[in-house]
């Protein structure tokens, strides 16, 4: 009795030191699944360190794949996760650390986002960092006015296959991956096809400067040109396909083989040890590129496949 009561002692006390997370927005099953490593000790994938406590329903009505699952999803967070479900978002940033933007509609992000910089807590946002390029760069703009870190990232960028591809002296990359398109997102990329583009700025970084996108109902081709003559391409298929990319060199190709998606775990890793140690993972300039990336990719299948600068 005394041995349990000490082990009984010993987890309290370790949970009681775990950063309290919050999530906006359970219309995600991004939502379930970080709550299952970070809150379920039985999780083969669980991560100590940080819990989430508390969620905002949020949700789009508008949008079947919002409306259909946020009142699904924060049923299973508040009766499995212990997870408690709050009114508003004001009420959240009493009860968190940090907050996990999870709103699976990109649209919602620039006004959620004003409501939890409020707060002035670290903020992982889930992709996409929003809808537009416009609103892309004001959430940037709130944070600095707010000084609130923050990062978004896919987990695709975070992919177990991605170390290997980071070749010496790479000069270009070949990525693919499914491309859904979501009427209501007006920069059509960040629905679906921003995992890839993650994947190809996690092996390039910025330095992108003109963009040529190949647009056909079933598949299209979007390629950048880097100030230092590197090349990369994303390749997005519909409705559905796997991911992967292979890596240039000049003396070495390597590809990531069929399925490059590894799950979340190593995101997860990275948003927990964000919250930790305050550093930001990814620069914020390097996000905003990627979004003049997709604005100027919507630019040039607008007029027919030009050329098109990033502005």
């Given at each position: 009795m005394r041995t349990f009561i000490c082990l009984a002692f010993?987890?309290?006390?370790?949970?009681?030191?775990?950063?309290?997370?919050?999530?906006?927005?359970?219309?995600?099953?991004?939502?379930?699944?970080?709550?299952?490593?970070?809150?379920?000790?039985?999780?083969?994938?669980?991560?100590?360190?940080?819990?989430i406590v508390a969620a905002y329903k949020g949700g789009s009505p508008d949008l079947p794949e919002s409306a259909g699952r946020v009142e699904k999803y924060a049923a299973e967070l508040k009766s499995k996760y212990n997870v408690e479900i709050v009114p508003d978002i004001a009420t959240l940033l009493t009860k968190v650390d940090a907050v996990l933007l999870e709103s699976v509609d990109g649209r919602t992000h620039l006004a959620q986002f004003k409501e939890i910089a409020k707060g002035r807590k670290p903020v992982f946002i889930d992709k996409p960092l929003a809808s537009t390029y416009a609103d892309a760069r004001e959430i940037a703009r709130i944070a600095r006015e707010n000084n609130v870190k923050w990062f978004s990232a896919s987990s695709l960028r975070y992919a177990?296959?991605?170390?290997?591809?980071?070749?010496?002296?790479?000069?270009?990359?070949?990525?693919?991956?499914?491309?859904?398109?979501?009427?209501?997102?007006?920069?059509?990329?960040?629905?679906?096809?921003?995992?890839?583009?993650?994947?190809?700025?996690?092996?390039?970084?910025?330095?992108?400067?003109?963009?040529?996108?190949?647009?056909?109902?079933?598949a299209e081709v979007v390629t950048g040109r880097w100030k230092d003559g590197r090349v990369g391409t994303i390749r997005l298929h519909r409705p559905y396909s796997s991911f992967g990319a292979t890596a240039f060199a000049p003396k070495e190709i390597v590809s990531s083989g069929k399925e490059m998606y590894s799950g979340y775990k190593n995101l997860v890793i990275q948003f927990v040890k964000f919250f930790q140690t305050g550093v930001v993972p990814i620069d914020e300039n390097e996000t905003l590129e990627m979004f003049a990336f997709m604005d100027a990719a919507q630019r040039s299948r607008e007029s027919g496949g030009v050329p098109v600068k990033l502005r």
């Open positions: 010993l987890a309290f006390s370790l949970s009681a030191a775990d950063l309290r997370l919050g999530i906006v927005g359970t219309d995600t099953s991004h939502a379930v699944a970080f709550a299952s490593m970070l809150n379920d000790p039985a999780h083969k994938d669980y991560l100590p360190g940080a819990r177990d296959g991605i170390p290997a591809l980071k070749l010496n002296g790479l000069t270009g990359v070949f990525a693919w991956g499914p491309g859904p398109l979501e009427a209501h997102h007006q920069l059509d990329l960040t629905w679906y096809g921003i995992h890839t583009v993650e994947v190809l700025y996690a092996l390039l970084g910025p330095g992108c400067e003109e963009v040529t996108r190949t647009f056909s109902p079933d």
